[in-house]
């Protein structure tokens, strides 16, 4: 079992950035794939980025790309998303999660969600 913590969400100007912390709870952490999704008001919630348990394989949605970068600190049961260069259509609430396959994941078959944690991009 894995409970899992989101913080770092807030109000930024268009350009700037956020970083996104996710802690988890279980001694099972690392054998977990993590990832971070988002959802806009009005909107389905949507894949943002996983990483495997190594840390070595990191996936990103095409919006994001080049732009985020998804961590993870096994030591700490801790999963990162530092997002840069934001712009007003990264306004979401976004949600850590953690699967066993990135397959899974990426489908959105998460088996545990954390509660979210608003990002709020002005123009």
């Known amino acids: 079992q894995v409970q899992l913590q989101a913080s770092g969400g807030g109000l930024v100007q268009a350009g700037g950035y956020l970083r996104l912390s996710c802690a988890a709870s279980?001694?099972?952490?690392?054998?977990?794939?993590m990832g971070w999704f988002r959802q806009a008001p009005g909107e389905e919630r949507e894949f943002v980025s996983a990483?495997?348990?190594?840390?070595?394989?990191?996936y990103y949605a095409d919006s994001v790309k080049g732009r985020f970068t998804i961590s993870r600190d096994n030591a700490k049961n801790t999963v990162y998303l530092q997002m840069n260069s934001l712009n007003p259509e990264d306004t979401a609430v976004y949600y850590c999660a953690a699967e066993s396959t990135v397959v899974a994941l990426r489908r959105g078959i998460v088996g545990f969600w954390g509660q979210g944690t608003l990002v709020t991009v002005s123009s």
């Open positions: 279980g001694r099972t952490f690392r054998s977990y794939v």
């Open positions: 990483i495997r348990w190594s840390g070595d394989n990191t």
